[in-house]
Each structure stands twice: as structure tokens, then as C-alpha cells.
């Protein structure tokens, strides 16, 4: 078997896939990055796959990168042409609060406010979200501004809850320092995933500036600005920053890339550092995890010699892949990756190398090709005939020595019966 494993390694032929990857596992590589966050996530979005992590369910501070969900909520309640009057309830934000310097008496539609929540970070548009929403979902245009929050903080933890963020509780709108307001890497990669399903979203948090009634609103994303060298990232698509004292500086990424897109939490980082342990997360999912096809359907696997074949037949035998085995992996899993071979009873004769045995069918399936690594089966694809060869003189039909048996059997009957017979 080793003799077979050895030639498969020589003539298989690698191919990069497309995308259908390992669907919801977490790495088993356990590699080390240097990250200054205290939290972390790393996500691979088409396979679901997570590459990274760091702490990913402690409970941390997740600062405006609450406002996400904030921006979700009031996308999925009302339609981007709506139009939201600016009340009271901006006095509620904290003293020392990031805002779009929104004023009582302002009016704007649902998609300028998003663009006030996501880009500047206005704690002032998060709560005027807060109370529209709040109060349309209750039923009551006039619903005091407590109880439209509270309302709105409620759906939050409801919606929070439905796509899984378990270990969330949202208290405020904004994310200003609550000590009762917590999240955890794990599950604001969740929120945003959802968000990322959102196209309008999207295009809010890849901008990298909006003006309104003459104010600019710049994204505070400094991996989209090619004005911060030591932050840009080229790759980067979108998502949320974050900071108070308590939660440090947070930030959520989307990035695209070679056919793929990550998205990557990181929670309570330091000032500069953020955005280096942004750049080293991403850089680490897109260099050292790679989408791998082993086996792909119809295409060959190897040649195999053939006995036993008639005249004219030819003495090489194509065995192709009767399905795809594809997947994200780590390079190191790669490089450790192994196929080997278990041929069906009666195909293949390994006593002097592999050969395979004429007669053989096209389409035959000649046994399974086995996919592991570190001694774990990954996977069993079945190898098949690329064309069929016909056997010398039809003693495949009995085989060799019995078709000797059966004619030494039969003369000796009839020389019996002839001596009878005389």
C-alpha cells in the first residue's frame, strides 16, 4: 500500500476549488497569532468555517460595534425611503459620545440614518433609531422615549437570541459604557454575518465618506483610507469600529479577496494596535488557509497498468474520481494530507505492482480512494473505469485456471465414454 500511496503523491494533480469547503468547524491547527486584542474571531463566510480564536465567548464591552445590530433593526422594520423626525431622546447620549451632530427637528430617511449610525457613529442617530423603532413596533407614535427604548433594547436581545448570540445583552442602543451591556467576539461575528446579508449595509460600511445637509460624515474605518498607511488594508470591505475606556478599541472587518471573504472580530485592542491586529488576523486567513481539491470529479486520479487484456486493448487504464473532495484547509493540513487506496475484491493485482485485471467495464467502480489526515478519515471517493477493456480469449469469464480445469475435466469424460462406448 505504501508503494501506491507513493505514486499517487507523484501524478495527482492539485486544483484550487472554487468555495464548497468544510461547512461550520472550527480549526484544530492551533496556531498562535501575535494579537494585543483581548477577543478575538476569524471567520471564513462562504464555508462557515472558523480559522481563528481568541477568547471568542469571554464577555466583553462591544462599544459601537453595537450599532450594527442597531443599523439591522431598523433596516428590517422600516423601508429606506421612511422618513425619521430627530427628537428629545438625542439628550439621553453620553456626554463624551462620537455623533452626527444631529439636531432636534431634523429629518431623515431611514438610508441617511444608517449612514449616520455606521459611519460617523453617531450615538445620537442609534438613539433617534431607538425611539422610531420603538415606537412603531409598540403600536404608539407617542410612546414616552424610555419606554421606545427599552422597547427597541428588547427586540435587540430577541433578535440577538435568534441568530444564536447567546452570550449578548444588549442595554443600550449605542454601546456607550453600560456595565451590564456585554458581547462576546463569537457572537457580534454572528450579528454581522447577518448584516453582511444586508446589501445596503454594505455599501453603507465600504464608504469612505457621506455628506448630509452639509455635514460629512467620514467612516472612521481606517482600513478603507489610504491616508493611514499603517492601518489600509486593500482587501478590506467594511465593517464597525468601537471604543470606550472600558471596552478598549474594537473593531469588525469584512474583507474580500482570491474568490474569498473573512470577516473578523477584535475586542479590547489599544489604540494603534488595532488596526496592526486586524491586518495580522486577515493576512492569516487569507495566506495560511487555502480552498484545496484532492479529488474532483470526472478528472483523473492516475494510470494503472492491465493484465489479462485481449490483443489491441492497450495496457493502461485511466482511474478517474467518481466525486469531489474539496474544503478550506491550513496549509500545514495540506502538506499532512494523505490518499490512499482500497481497491474493490477481485480488480487489482499488487503481487508484482499494482495492475489491474481485464475484463473491466467502463464506468466499473475498481474500489474507494481515502482521504485523511493525522490518521482521521476525511473522506471515501469512489474510483471508477474511464473506459472498458475486454479479456484475452474470454477466460476472464472463469479465469485462467479454472477454464485449464474445466477442459482437462471435459476430455477426460469423453475419453471415458469413448472407452464405454468400445
Not at 445583552?169 to 459604557?177: A, E, L, S
Not at 487484456?309 to 473532495?325: C, E, H, P, S, Y
Not at 490512499?340 to 499488487?350: H, I, L, M, P, Q
Request: glycine share 10%; net charge negative.
Amino acid at each position: 500500500m505504501g508503494k501506491l500511496k507513493y505514486l499517487a503523491i507523484i501524478v495527482l494533480v492539485a486544483l484550487l476549488c472554487s468555495g464548497r469547503a468544510v461547512a461550520s468547524q472550527e480549526s484544530k491547527v492551533g496556531e498562535e497569532l501575535e494579537l494585543e486584542a483581548e477577543g478575538a474571531f476569524l471567520l471564513d463566510v462562504d464555508s462557515d468555517k472558523i480559522l481563528y480564536t481568541k477568547n471568542p465567548d469571554k464577555p466583553l464591552y462591544p462599544a459601537s460595534t453595537t450599532k450594527i445590530m442597531t443599523a439591522l433593526l431598523l433596516l428590517e422594520h422600516a423601508p429606506l425611503d421612511e422618513i425619521i423626525v430627530v427628537g428629545e431622546e438625542i439628550d439621553r447620549i453620553g456626554v463624551d459620545s462620537s455623533t452626527a451632530d444631529l439636531e432636534v427637528g431634523d429629518r431623515l430617511t431611514v438610508a441617511e440614518m444608517v449612514y449616520a449610525l455606521m459611519l460617523p457613529s453617531g450615538n445620537d442617530a442609534a438613539y433617534t433609531t431607538a425611539v422610531h423603532i420603538g415606537r412603531k413596533i409598540s403600536g404608539f407614535e407617542f410612546l414616552d422615549i424610555d419606554q421606545a427604548v427599552e422597547a427597541f433594547v428588547e427586540l435587540m436581545n430577541r433578535r440577538a437570541r435568534e441568530l444564536g448570540a447567546l452570550n449578548t445583552n444588549f442595554v443600550v442602543p449605542d454601546g456607550y459604557h453600560t456595565p451590564d451591556h456585554i458581547s462576546t467576539a463569537r457572537d457580534l461575528a454572528l450579528i454581522t454575518l447577518e448584516a453582511c446579508r444586508n446589501e445596503f449595509i454594505c455599501q453603507v460600511v465600504s464608504s469612505p465618506e457621506y455628506h448630509w445637509q452639509g455635514e460629512r460624515w467620514g467612516n472612521t474605518n481606517r482600513l478603507l483610507q489610504q491616508d493611514y498607511p499603517n492601518a489600509y488594508y486593500p482587501w478590506a470591505t467594511g465593517f464597525k469600529t468601537g471604543y470606550t475606556p472600558q471596552a478598549g478599541h474594537c473593531l469588525i472587518s469584512t474583507a474580500s479577496g482570491g474568490g474569498r471573504e473573512l470577516l473578523a472580530v477584535i475586542l479590547k485592542s489599544t489604540g494603534e494596535e488595532r488596526w496592526q491586529d486586524m491586518r495580522r488576523l486577515l493576512e492569516y486567513g487569507f495566506k495560511a488557509w487555502q480552498n484545496y481539491s484532492m479529488l474532483v470529479e470526472g478528472r483523473q486520479i492516475f494510470l494503472v497498468p492491465i493484465t489479462g487484456q485481449r490483443q489491441g486493448q492497450g495496457d493502461m487504464m485511466k482511474v478517474l474520481a467518481g466525486d469531489t473532495f474539496s474544503g478550506l484547509f491550513h496549509v500545514q493540513e495540506i502538506e499532512r494530507m494523505e490518499l490512499n487506496f482500497d481497491w474493490a475484491r477481485g480488480v487489482a493485482d499488487t503481487r508484482d505492482g499494482l495492475a489491474l485485471r481485464a475484463p473491466i467495464r467502463e464506468g466499473q467502480a475498481l474500489g474507494m480512494a481515502v482521504v485523511s489526515l493525522d490518521g482521521e478519515v476525511l473522506a471515501e471517493v469512489e474510483m471508477i473505469a474511464a473506459w472498458g477493456v475486454k479479456g484475452n480469449l474470454g477466460l476472464p469469464l472463469f479465469g485462467g485456471g479454472v477454464m485449464l480445469l474445466v477442459l482437462v475435466s471435459i476430455y477426460i469424460w469423453l475419453r471415458k465414454k469413448r472407452q464405454a462406448a468400445a
